[in-house]
């Protein structure tokens, strides 16, 4: 099982960037995926889900008419466009992912919870 996160950079305040989830090794298309970033010295932060095939979206208020998620599961692939970014924006970006259905007994509170794989980050630094 493999996540890829790839697609940062440094910007200025106000740019774009597109960043990209690149999935192998498990059933893709039956699998939540989402984004999460963190900051040194505070917790993760889930900033935009997708459900499987519904596709249904899911962000934080904090980017909100900004961030849009999207999915190709022809290309195993999540993609999260980030539009007028902010220097609070800056954080290392994860993508996770957990199945649509979970084990016997296994129930989730939001499209957020219960991520099993996670891959690597990536950084996004916004100045001002």
């Known amino acids: 099982v493999q996540l890829q996160a790839s697609g940062g950079g440094l910007v200025q305040s106000g740019d774009s960037l597109r960043l990209s989830c690149a999935a192998s090794?498990?059933?893709?298309?039956?699998?939540?995926i989402g984004w999460f970033r963190q900051v040194p010295g505070k917790g993760r932060e889930g900033v935009s889900c997708?459900?499987?095939?519904?596709?249904?979206?899911y962000y934080a208020d904090s980017v909100k008419g900004r961030f849009t998620i999207s999915r190709d599961n022809a290309k195993n692939t999540v993609y999260l466009q980030m539009n007028s970014l902010k220097p609070e924006d800056t954080a290392v970006y994860f993508c996770?992912?957990?199945?649509?259905?979970?084990?016997?007994?296994?129930?989730?509170?939001?499209?957020?919870?219960?991520?099993?794989?996670w891959g690597r980050g990536t950084q996004v630094t916004v100045s001002s």
């Open positions: 996770a992912a957990r199945p649509s259905v979970g084990p016997p007994g296994k129930t989730y509170s939001s499209c957020y919870d219960g991520m099993d794989f």
């Open positions: 090794g498990f059933s893709f298309a039956d699998y939540y």
């Open positions: 997708i459900s499987s095939i519904a596709g249904a979206k």
